[in-house]
């Protein structure tokens, strides 16, 4: 068998790491930059993207990168691939090991991984790399199998050695308390203090509305409120000291909360909520990641029945 190599990126691999994932997903990677080998090399060029390869004599068996925007002290550990005939050498792991060990020279703090729920290797990746479960991102993205309904992403992280990401000491809500105990163990908490307020994000991807806030304030409450309510909206809350009155104020305009992502540019986490999901059944393997998506279930439930009750008795017999 010829030695197996992992190494960094180069120009000249450009062509045959796009090949890598036609070979393996066809037409249905959900990231469209991959089927062009320019953009796998201007992102290189441009530090978005630092990959690495396993390559044999002849050709590249697996590819994985750290991704992120710039300047960020957190990248994502994605674009995973390995081609089959190269599967069961742990060539994933070995990908994500060494990214992980440049992770710091590279000026990071933080590393995540978006986990395709359909995929249970990649959950088993994740946390042999040292990953934990913090978040549901719910119907994220198209397929990459070609399945009809859009891929549910299980949100992880992974702290750089030397660096720490405490969440707010303070009394957790009754509903999610258990998770976020069990994130305050593996992250630690600080003293929540205030910070500055920037600028208020909102952008269509696909099917859904993705919503940024630094701060929750009664006027911006009213304006979400008023947002058409067939709208499948992702928002993404900067968590503070005022989480337990945020989340009561988001489940009464019908968000469920659904764990947390850590911020790009600080040491922050933003606290996630949704309104709107498909109805599904998922064996997600982790008790918390499981309770985040069958309490989302019943919220999407509870909100159609209360739309049907709410709407004029010829509508519901046209319905």
Same mark, same amino acid.
């Given at each position: 068998?010829?030695?197996?190599?992992?190494?960094?990126?180069?120009?000249?691999?450009?062509?045959?790491?796009?090949?890598?994932?036609?070979?393996?997903?066809?037409? /249905?990677?959900?990231?469209?930059?991959?089927?062009?080998?320019?953009?796998?090399?201007?992102?290189?060029?441009?530090?978005?993207?630092?990959?690495?390869?396993?390559?044999?004599?002849?050709?590249?068996?697996? /590819? *994985? *990168?750290?991704?992120?925007?710039?300047?960020?002290?957190?990248?994502?550990?994605?674009?995973?691939?390995?081609?089959?005939? $190269?599967?069961?050498?742990?060539?994933?792991?070995?990908?994500?090991?060494?990214?992980?060990?440049? $992770?710091?020279?590279?000026?990071?703090?933080?590393?995540?991984?978006?986990?395709?729920? /359909?995929?249970?290797?990649?959950?088993?990746?994740?946390?042999?790399?040292? =990953?934990?479960?913090?978040?549901?991102?719910?119907?994220?993205?198209?397929?990459?199998?070609?399945?009809?309904?859009?891929?549910?992403?299980?949100?992880?992280?992974?702290?750089?050695?030397?660096?720490?990401?405490?969440?707010?000491?303070?009394?957790?809500?009754?509903?999610?308390?258990?998770?976020?105990?069990?994130?305050?163990?593996?992250?630690?908490?600080?003293?929540?203090?205030?910070?500055?307020?920037?600028?208020?994000?909102?952008?269509?991807?696909?099917?859904?509305?993705?919503?940024?806030?630094?701060?929750?304030?009664?006027?911006?409450?009213?304006?979400?409120?008023?947002?058409?309510?067939?709208?499948?909206?992702?928002?993404?809350?900067?968590?503070?000291? /005022?989480?337990?009155?945020?989340?009561?104020? =988001?489940?009464?305009?019908?968000?469920?909360?659904?764990?947390?992502?850590?911020?790009?540019?600080?040491?922050?986490?933003?606290?996630?909520?949704?309104?709107?999901?498909?109805?599904?059944?998922?064996?997600?393997?982790?008790?918390?990641?499981?309770?985040?998506?069958?309490?989302?279930?019943?919220? *999407?439930? $509870?909100?159609?029945?209360?739309?049907?009750?709410?709407?004029?008795?010829?509508?519901?017999?046209? $319905?």
């Amino acid at each position: 068998m010829t030695p197996l190599i992992i190494r960094a990126y180069r120009p000249s691999d450009a062509n045959a790491v796009s090949r890598l994932f036609q070979e393996v997903y066809g037409d /249905h990677y959900a990231q469209p930059d991959v089927y062009l080998p320019n953009m796998i090399n201007q992102h290189n060029a441009e530090g978005h993207w630092q990959s690495m390869l396993a390559v044999d004599d002849t050709a590249v068996l697996g /590819h *994985a *990168a750290l991704r992120r925007d710039t300047p960020s002290n957190t990248a994502e550990l994605a674009l995973t691939v390995v081609h089959p005939a $190269a599967q069961g050498q742990d060539i994933a792991t070995r990908l994500g090991r060494e990214l992980l060990r440049q $992770a710091g020279s590279l000026g990071l703090k933080s590393a995540s991984i978006m986990q395709v729920t /359909h995929h249970p290797y990649t959950q088993r990746i994740a946390k042999k790399l040292g =990953f934990h479960n913090t978040g549901l991102l719910p119907d994220y993205v198209p397929s990459p199998f070609g399945e009809p309904l859009p891929e549910t992403m299980v949100m992880c992280c992974h702290m750089i050695e030397g660096h720490t990401r405490p969440l707010p000491n303070i009394q957790w809500p009754e509903s999610c308390r258990a998770l976020m105990q069990h994130l305050c163990s593996v992250f630690g908490t600080h003293q929540d203090t205030p910070r500055l307020a920037t600028s208020l994000q909102i952008e269509q991807h696909q099917h859904r509305v993705d919503i940024i806030i630094q701060h929750l304030n009664d006027d911006l409450l009213e304006q979400l409120r008023q947002l058409p309510g067939h709208w499948v909206i992702s928002a993404r809350l900067e968590l503070s000291r /005022h989480f337990a009155r945020d989340l009561c104020s =988001f489940s009464a305009l019908g968000f469920a909360f659904t764990g947390l992502m850590p911020t790009s540019g600080d040491n922050g986490w933003f606290a996630l909520f949704h309104r709107g999901v498909q109805v599904r059944s998922l064996d997600l393997g982790c008790v918390y990641m499981q309770q985040l998506h069958d309490d989302l279930q019943q919220n *999407a439930s $509870a909100t159609r029945s209360q739309r049907c009750a709410d709407a004029p008795i010829g509508a519901r017999s046209a $319905a």
